[in-house]
């Protein structure tokens, strides 16, 4: 019962290293999504994809990239990473981009500091 | 564009009194409105979702939310405070676009409870 899975949970980066957040869900949803937490801001989109082969840009696309490498998996980039970037990030899926009412599931998140 | 306001940051209630955390959407067509869960150091899980079938919608653990159209507002409530509901607690408005769609989240409210 993995639902949807990131990899690694925890990172320590130095500033300008670049990384690649994993993910991937069992559940055969075509949409995934991956978002950042911060202290009193909520949670906010930075990419998704509502099928495979397909990607748009969220609320705070700067500094990232994503692809999704097919339908079980999407992964987030950081190129070179900043302190700014220091979060908690989410991946989520729900089964389908047209019927807004779809459950999103989350993993359990990953933890990066950028120091 | 939707948006969600979540009205208190924190909210401190007794064990055994009622839960009340509120939460106000912006939107231009019917919402779909949910309500997640996050307990300390890992993700979001779902509470309740309104998807125009009820205007009082049930959900897990207790708790349940009233979608009222006329005061734009889908407030989560409790009716008795247990320990193991401490933790936050996000609102969020499904926004379509493009066929695709995703949600927006509030700021979030962190919900102590005292024994």
């Known amino acids: 019962n993995a639902g949807v899975t990131q990899t690694p949970k925890f990172q320590v980066l130095k500033t300008g290293q670049s990384m690649t957040l994993q993910c991937a869900q069992d559940?055969?949803?075509?949409?995934m999504y991956w978002y950042r937490q911060d202290p009193g801001m909520g949670l906010r989109l930075i990419y998704y994809?509502?099928?495979?082969?397909?990607?748009d840009k969220g609320e705070v696309p700067n500094g990232y990239n994503v692809s999704r490498l097919n339908k079980r998996e999407f992964s987030l980039r950081l190129e070179s990473a900043a302190p700014s970037q220091t979060s908690v990030y989410f991946c989520?899926?729900?089964?389908?981009?047209?019927?807004?009412?779809?459950?999103?599931?989350f993993g359990e998140g990953s933890w990066l500091t950028v120091v | 564009a939707q948006s969600v306001t979540q009205l208190g940051s924190h909210v401190s209630v007794s064990e055994g009194a009622l839960v009340l955390l509120r939460c106000n959407y912006s939107?231009?067509?019917?919402?779909?409105l949910f309500w997640y869960v996050q307990y300390p150091n890992q993700g979001l899980q779902l509470l309740l979702k309104y998807t125009s079938a009820a205007t009082l919608v049930k959900g897990i653990n207790g708790f349940e939310a009233e979608f009222k159209k006329s005061e734009t507002s889908f407030h989560l409530t409790k009716p008795s405070a247990h320990m193991s509901d401490a933790a936050e607690y996000f609102c969020a408005v499904s926004e379509e676009k493009d066929s695709s769609y995703k949600l927006i989240f509030g700021s979030g409210t962190r919900l102590l409870v005292r024994p």
């Open positions: 994809s509502a099928s495979e082969g397909t990607t």
């Open positions: 989520a899926s729900s089964a389908t981009g047209t019927y807004s009412g779809n459950t999103i599931y």
């Open positions: 559940m055969n949803h075509n949409s």
């Open positions: 939107s231009s067509v019917p919402p779909y």
